[in-house]
């Protein structure tokens, strides 16, 4: 992931979700964060016609 400027989100999740997550991180041995910012970036990347798409009407 690239380091850029760093936001800061609040995102309401199930407790289930959450203990999930948190104990994938866990095994994975990455923080929760890392774990939230990879699955983000891979969602981006799936998406990425999306945005093309966008950027072509601009």
Known sequence: MAKDKVKRVNIKLSE???TKAKVISIL???TLNEY???AIGE???KDKKLLEALKKKI
């Open 16 to 18: 289930d979700s959450h």
């Open 28 to 30: 994975q041995g990455i």
């Open 36 to 38: 939230f910012e990879s």
């Open 43 to 45: 969602a981006i990347k």
